[in-house]
């Protein structure tokens, strides 16, 4: 008889969902809204303030091209929350009602999405590090 896991968040995701945490990740149910950009930008804001003579501005003290490249880099870390979730969920499926082929391949694609997300999002975070640089010089 197959196991079913049914709990969400899942356990097994804990470890992604902390590491997304570092960055403003918290788990919501559908439909509640993530785009609160000023909101977000000051749990991220830290990550850029690695020299201790640096200052990093609040949200609305961005110029528009560094305000333009934040929300960039929130959107990109707001569609790897987002990929973490579908990956959850397509693992749990596999759990319930037995492994499939096709689950199998639905599932390695959201992972395989989850984790160009977190690529991305590093490329985005590298982005926006130098242009705050480039302004604090």
Do not use: K
């Amino acid at each position: 008889m197959p196991t079913t896991i049914t709990e969400l968040p899942n356990p097994l995701f804990s470890n992604g969902r902390s590491v997304l945490a570092r960055f403003g990740y918290r788990h919501l149910e559908d439909g509640e809204l993530r785009e609160d950009w000023a909101e977000m930008w000051e749990l991220l804001r830290p990550d850029f303030a690695e020299r201790a003579d640096r200052h990093v501005p609040a949200y609305g003290d961005l110029s528009p091209v560094q305000a333009a490249a934040a929300r960039e880099y929130m959107s990109v870390r707001l569609i790897a929350d987002r990929n973490l979730e579908i990956c959850e969920r397509r693992h749990v499926q596999l759990f319930s009602g037995g492994i499939q082929t096709d689950g199998v391949e639905r599932y390695a694609e959201a992972r395989d999405a989850y984790e160009e997300a977190v690529e991305t999002f590093g490329h985005a975070r590298e982005a926006l590090d130098a242009l705050l640089s480039r302004a604090a010089a």
